[in-house]
């Protein structure tokens, strides 16, 4: 299970992982997610348990509208298994009923962290999110790029048709450093060990440890959704 998982300060073996076994497994989870079908609530009732498959997380964290159920994504673009968890997620985020929404959190317990935390809000602030997210984790786990300075995103952000003026302005900006702040505090608050980590409406805490499996991650999660819209209806 804990194969599933980058711990936190120990995040440093994750990039140890072979591309090979990385993009083999990644497929593996690709075809597992096509297959996994919803569990119905009646099975979930009595197959997911607070404690043992999942964390109350108490007080609440913030993170957004209350009239949405929030599902938060804690990931580091570093952290492998983040990047063979990130297909399963997309798929699993088109499924999302009328009222949820999926919310990306990058980790950043480090100065690392921090660096691609502001690469991802970077990407956010100048609308090429779409393009940039897939990009920096290709660059990472494929092409071996570590992305260890603002020059090297730089780079990889030119080479996606973003303007390197563009790029400073908002990678520097206070809005940047603003939301990494943020996410910062909102992964502290959470009290995650590790990444991938999903925190449904701020209150329930999913790791793969407890979950058993990132698959299992998101079918407790899709529990968890389903039973707090039934408390907004």
């Known amino acids: ?16 992982v072979e591309t ?6 990644r497929n593996i989870l690709m075809a597992i997610v096509a297959m996994m079908a919803v569990p119905s609530m009646a099975w979930a009732e009595t197959s997911w348990q607070e404690g043992e498959h999942y964390t109350v997380v108490s007080p609440a964290v913030r993170v957004g509208p209350t009239d949405q159920v929030i599902v938060t994504e804690f990931f580091w673009y570093g952290c492998g298994h983040c990047y063979t968890f990130e297909p ?15 919310q990306p959190s990058p980790a950043a317990w480090n100065d690392g962290m921090k660096l691609h935390a502001k690469a991802y809000f970077t ?3 100048l609308g090429v999110l779409v393009p940039m997210h897939d990009a920096i984790f290709k660059a990472m786990h494929v092409e071996r790029n570590r992305l260890g300075s603002k020059g090297a995103i730089r780079e990889l952000f030119a080479a ?12 520097d900006s206070f809005g940047v450093n603003s939301q990494v702040s943020q996410a910062e505090a909102r ?12 925190l449904v409406n701020g209150k329930y805490l999913i790791e793969a440890r407890k979950a058993g499996s990132q698959a299992n991650m998101l079918k407790i999660a899709d529990f968890l959704v ?8």
Do not use: Y
């Not at 992964?187 to 999903?198: D, E, H, L, N, Q």
């Open 226 to 233: 389903q039973q707090e819209l039934a408390k907004k209806s």
């Open 123 to 125: 990407a956010e602030t």
């Open 187 to 198: 992964a502290r608050s959470a009290k995650i060990s590790g990444t991938p980590s999903v």
């Open 88 to 102: 399963m997620l997309q798929a699993w985020k088109q499924k999302l009923p009328e009222g949820s929404r999926l």
């Open 20 to 25: 090979v076994m990385m993009t083999i497994r």
């Open 160 to 171: 996606n048709g973003v303007p390197a003026e563009d790029f400073d302005r908002a990678f």
């Open 1 to 16: 299970v804990g194969s599933e998982m980058c711990i936190r300060d120990s995040h440093q073996l994750c990039k140890t």
